[in-house]
């Protein structure tokens, strides 16, 4: 009980410290910042370009096809139709009354359409402009073979109706392209949560820990604790301190999508999940847990090595990199899942939290490949934990210099 109760004040202590300064504050407004950004993106784009003018453009069609139903005026392009006098409109567009002339005529069957312009559109509007240009021109092709409006009509709205079929009856059905897209964004958010929890609490334990050797601190607390409860709590308070900043961003988006925009984010969310089964939702769920929970136990070993808070940077060195490759690596999935560098690294426990979700949602994988996955990183965590905590018992009091190698050959010939 008596080492029960000091584990649970040094947790508590932690907590209590850590939720209340300045960086752990910071660090969760700037989530929420960011999310409030992503979801006002629209409102906050049109800060910046609400003043601008509508592009005023106008179109001479000289063909028989009318196309007037396709350019169609918005906020951002105010379509001028019917305009024959090119003279008169070149000099508007010179004295920057107008700002370009589409010029759209029959070639050889085909629509052609030229952009006269004095000061050059920006990239949206002549993305838009061309997106335009090339659906008039299926239009006009369409015309062409002298169908009736509804046949027309038909032919443009044409849509494929793709389904699959798996021939193997020893595996379950494929996944739908909408599944596959769904578990793609989904493990991309968390791989990215992944990314920067690691990177705040990696940092937060090592300092943690560094700090209280540096100042000589830990040599007087460790008279009453012992060096493995005090490795325990660090954990566990660093841990509750990461859930507690999870659950504030859970609970902002929570409100955010329910509330903002009449629930539109809502739905938009609603019908990701949709294509989500429960299993892939508890795999990602754990996986993001149980590699907070392993890079949480590098970092306690590491901040038992270094002698003061100025070399934490320098142990962490190794595994930052480990954790960017495997963000670089997440990244190099979202245009294909399925190379071989996803497949290995998906079974790296430094790196699988971030690669095998994307596995599991995007692609079609057995069940026995994400259970090996996850018993690969449980049977890591544990053997490092012990690792840790013995070597911790070892370290936590010895002083030394030199980099990550060197002080564990320190620590291990002066306790051996």
Not at 143 to 155: D, G, Y
Request: include cysteine; charged fraction near 15%; hydrophobic fraction near 50%.
């Amino acid at each position: 009980m008596a080492i029960l109760s000091k584990f649970s004040l040094l947790m508590k202590q932690l907590y209590k410290a850590k939720i209340k300064s300045k960086s752990f504050i910071l660090m969760t407004c700037l989530y929420v910042l960011v999310m409030s950004v992503a979801v006002f993106w629209s409102e906050i784009k049109e800060l910046f370009t609400g003043d601008d003018a509508a592009q005023q453009i106008a179109i001479i069609n000289e063909t028989s096809a009318d196309l007037s139903g396709i350019f169609v005026s918005n906020g951002d392009m105010n379509f001028i139709q019917d305009e024959q006098d090119v003279s008169t409109l070149e000099k508007r567009v010179k004295d920057g009354k107008l700002d370009a002339i589409v010029t759209i005529n029959d070639q050889n069957g085909q629509l052609h359409a030229e952009i006269a312009t004095f000061t050059p559109l920006k990239l949206n509007d002549q993305s838009t402009l061309s997106s335009l240009l090339q659906y008039a021109g299926q239009h006009y092709a369409v015309q062409q073979l002298s169908l009736s409006p509804e046949q027309a009509a038909q032919i443009m709205a044409a849509q494929t109706t793709i389904s699959t079929k798996n021939l193997n009856e020893a595996s379950t059905g494929g996944k739908s392209e909408e599944e596959k897209q769904s578990g793609l964004v989904v493990s991309y958010a968390v791989g990215i949560l992944i990314y920067f929890f690691i990177s705040t609490f990696l940092s937060m334990i090592t300092t943690e820990i560094a700090s209280e050797k540096g100042s000589r601190a830990m040599e007087m607390l460790l008279v009453s604790v012992k060096p493995g409860t005090h490795f325990k709590a660090k954990i566990a308070g660093v841990l509750l301190l990461a859930l507690t900043q999870m659950g504030i961003i859970a609970v902002v988006f929570l409100i955010y999508a329910k509330f903002i925009k009449g629930g539109m984010v809502w739905d938009a969310a609603a019908s990701i999940v949709k294509e989500l089964s429960i299993g892939y939702v508890i795999y990602a769920i754990v996986f993001l847990l149980l590699t907070v929970i392993l890079y949480l136990i590098i970092g306690a070993l590491f901040g038992s090595l270094v002698s003061k808070v100025e070399e934490a940077g320098q142990v962490l060195m190794p595994a930052m990199i480990i954790t960017i490759i495997g963000f670089y690596v997440m990244l190099t999935g979202m245009g294909n899942p399925d190379t071989i560098i996803i497949k290995i690294f998906s079974y790296i426990p430094l790196t699988s939290g971030m690669i095998m979700p994307m596995r599991i949602g995007a692609t079609d994988i057995g069940g026995i490949v994400p259970l090996l996955s996850l018993g690969i990183l449980v049977v890591t965590i544990v053997v490092v934990y012990l690792f840790s905590l013995s070597f911790y018992k070892r370290s936590v009091l010895t002083y030394s210099s030199g980099g990550v190698i060197q002080k564990i050959k320190t620590v291990l010939k002066v306790t051996t």
